[in-house]
């Protein structure tokens, strides 16, 4: 296995992985050049009831995860009916799927000798960093944008973490974040800009391999910076050039019809995000309306024949309630993702087998 690498997706320059460097002199946001042994279920750990059971796969330097894991992964694949299944991702220590990427992170920091570390974020991916943070014996600081879920905002500070609640849009607070990391005040623990974020979320097409013995004929994907959609693809390459996929799912990239730079810019055939300003939405936690990572998830998406699927912003209760009748209590950005596989499904659009995330759980957005 070779030792992973940092290079900058827009000039090409190389450099060891550095948590303070969150991006290239240049500007341009790093890509991981790693390359892992082909994937086998072989390969798996299977004494090891964590994510880390696939370490083969991951570009772990050392041993730190061992003190950073949290029992993380390793989360249900529930049949919802016939052709369609969940799986509850939100069965993490912080209740979403960013714990995926955070446990890499933090690995990775702890690897390194960090000592206290900063984020942006509309919740999940900051309550993630800050458990992992805590646990690895971290300092920790989260920026948080205006009207984020008060119950999101007390989990963050429950783990010790100061919250700094900015009086911005969601991408305004990523760049008051941003602005703190390039004075040196931290390491930018970023579940977008670092590369190791994405090997986390990777696991989950891993899993859903091992769990299913094959994957399904569509995968369901709430896009906002694409902490998942990424990783999704990089298992979906591992997959394909081991020769274990026979078929390539399709990828259906779910967007807002309030805030939908990927689906507008997919749309009209544009090859960077277009520019839009974020409404208020009750999927807060994809309303981003600048993705830092925009331009990569669009070639990818041509590439690879993916799908773009919208949220009605109505439908998003009543798919909530679907769920919960069928026992998932979910927050408001997974509802969404229900909808808009609902939405395309009587259209006819979808056929044969699906997936859908469970990315957060419901206690996580009450009171809407």
Not at 26 to 40: H, V
Not at 126 to 140: K, P
Not at 163 to 185: L, M, P, Q, S
Not at 196 to 201: E, K, M, N, S, W
């Amino acid at each position: 296995m070779n030792q992973p690498v940092f290079r900058c997706s827009v000039c090409g320059r190389e450099s060891a992985p550095d948590a303070h460097a969150y991006c290239c002199s240049c500007g341009g946001a790093f890509e991981l050049a790693f390359e892992p042994p082909a994937f086998d279920l072989g390969g798996i750990d299977h004494s090891e009831w964590s994510l880390f059971r696939y370490r083969r796969f991951l570009p772990l330097p050392d041993n730190s995860w061992r003190d950073v894991t949290m029992g993380e992964g390793m989360t249900p694949a529930v049949r919802l009916d016939g052709d369609t299944w969940v799986k509850v991702d939100y069965a993490m220590p912080t209740l979403s799927f960013k714990d995926r990427g955070a446990a890499l992170v933090i690995a990775l920091c702890k690897s390194l000798g960090v000592r206290r570390v900063i984020q942006d974020s509309s919740g999940n991916a900051g309550n993630s960093i800050a458990a992992y943070a805590a646990r690895a014996g971290m300092e920790c600081e989260i920026f948080v944008p205006k009207g984020t879920s008060p119950g999101k905002i007390d989990m963050i500070r429950s783990y010790g973490a100061h919250v700094e609640v900015f009086d911005g849009t969601r991408d305004e607070t990523a760049e008051a974040c941003r602005a703190k990391a390039r004075a040196g005040e931290a390491a930018y623990a970023s579940h977008v800009f670092n590369p190791f974020f994405y090997q986390g979320t990777k696991t989950y097409v891993y899993e859903l391999y091992e769990q299913l013995g094959a994957l399904p004929d569509n995968l369901f994907v709430p896009v906002g910076n694409g902490t998942l959609y990424l990783g999704v693809h990089l298992a979906l390459d591992e997959l394909e050039k081991a020769g274990l996929l026979p078929r390539r799912p399709t990828v259906w990239a779910v967007q807002s019809e309030r805030c939908g730079p990927i689906l507008r810019a997919f749309t009209q055939g544009s090859d960077a995000p277009a520019d839009v300003r974020p409404v208020p939405t009750m999927a807060e936690g994809i309303a981003i309306g600048k993705p830092v990572r925009g331009a990569q998830i669009l070639r990818l998406m041509r590439t690879h024949g993916d799908r773009a699927a919208v949220i009605p912003e109505a439908d998003i209760l009543p798919a909530r309630k679907a769920l919960a009748g069928r026992g998932f209590f979910v927050e408001h950005t997974t509802a969404a993702t229900y909808a808009a596989y609902l939405a395309c499904r009587k259209a006819g659009l979808v056929q044969g087998t699906s997936v859908l995330p469970l990315c957060g759980a419901g206690l996580k957005s009450q009171g809407k």
